[in-house]
């Protein structure tokens, strides 16, 4: 079994920056894509920013430019690196991989993590 945590949320006030950290552990042979996505309330979740095993990444319009996404193969972390944050930015950040584990080395496992609350005031 695999566990994504995340950590990092909390309350900042518009203009200011967040890191997010996500580590996965368990049974893992490997992870492809690693990424991040929020919900705000009363919307549906969307894609923040995604990273590949070699590093390739993709965001979101509403963030590009003021979000950094990144991994640490060794340590099967991602972060999310969050400057210029803005009111809209307030949601439920989610963490989630494609893992494939010990059991399953051929297949991936979608998995969440149970997300952390960014909160931007004004």
């Known amino acids: 079994q695999v566990h994504l945590v995340e950590s990092g949320g909390g309350l900042v006030q518009a203009g200011g920056s967040l890191r997010l950290s996500c580590a996965a552990s368990?049974?893992?042979?490997?992870?492809?894509?690693m990424g991040w996505y929020r919900q705000a309330p009363g919307k549906q979740r969307e894609l923040v920013a995604a990273i590949t095993s070699g590093g390739s990444t993709n965001y979101a319009d509403s963030v590009k430019g003021r979000f950094t996404i990144s991994r640490d193969n060794a340590k099967n972390t991602v972060y999310l690196q969050m400057n210029s944050l803005k009111p809209d930015d307030t949601a439920v950040y989610y963490c989630n991989a494609d893992v494939f584990t010990t059991q399953t080395p051929y297949f991936g496992m979608d998995t969440w993590g149970k997300g952390t609350l960014v909160t931007v005031s004004s």
């Open positions: 368990g049974s893992i042979f490997s992870i492809n894509a």
